[in-house]
């Protein structure tokens, strides 16, 4: 043994956010655009913001806007969740904690298994989640 | 013993690492490709086998 970090996820890497969205009950729903696209609000009416990855309003929920993630020129994603969802939808800072653990379980398994680990994967019942690397 | 890295993951965007069975800095170089394609670490902690000398494959012994 020798020691510990903690470490703060970042969303950055496209695939694993794409991979993190499928893991929250998104998948094969999440579009991928290399220029940011419009998001629409619930009404159909194009919103002032743009994303490159997006979800549309009708599979974030009842009433709903478009949900998206728009790259920035530093490589990090900023979120776009309209104050509705966030507050009658669930998309709110607990759904971002829950998806950045889903980026960051993704992303290091990935990471790990490149480096010829064995990865093991046990969620916990106060919902963490703990990977063993092994090799 | 053998060496293993345990990531717990929170539902807060957190992850906590520890590397367990590695001598000296080997732990720390090897979880960096972790902190790298992870996030930006926010804090360190170090044990007390982060202080005792490393083995190495040749048998020779470097001091930290």
């Known amino acids: ?135 | 013993m053998s060496q293993e890295i345990v990531l717990e993951f929170w539902e807060d965007g957190q992850v906590n690492l520890e590397g367990k069975g590695f001598k000296g800095q080997a732990c720390f170089k090897e979880m960096q490709f972790l902190k790298d394609a992870l996030g930006v670490e926010t804090s360190f902690t170090k044990k007390q086998e982060f202080y005792q000398a490393e083995v190495k494959r040749d048998g020779k012994v470097e001091a930290r």
Do not use: T
């Open chain 1, 1 to 135: 043994m020798s020691h510990y970090s903690e470490v703060q996820i970042e969303l950055i890497d496209e695939g694993f956010l794409v991979a993190a969205l499928s893991r929250l009950g998104f998948k094969g729903k999440v579009e991928v655009h290399r220029e940011a696209q419009p998001l629409y609000g619930y009404q159909g009416d194009v919103r002032a913001q743009k994303a490159n990855v997006i979800i549309r309003r009708q599979h974030v929920g009842q009433a709903a806007n478009d949900l998206g993630f728009e790259r920035q020129p530093d490589g990090r994603y900023r979120v776009w969740v309209s104050d509705y969802d966030r507050k009658y939808n669930k998309y709110d800072d607990a759904w971002l904690g829950r998806l950045k653990q889903a980026y960051g379980v993704e992303k290091a398994k990935a990471e790990a298994k490149k480096r010829g680990y064995r990865v093991s994967e046990q969620k916990q019942e106060d919902g963490r989640i703990r990977l063993v690397l092994r090799r």
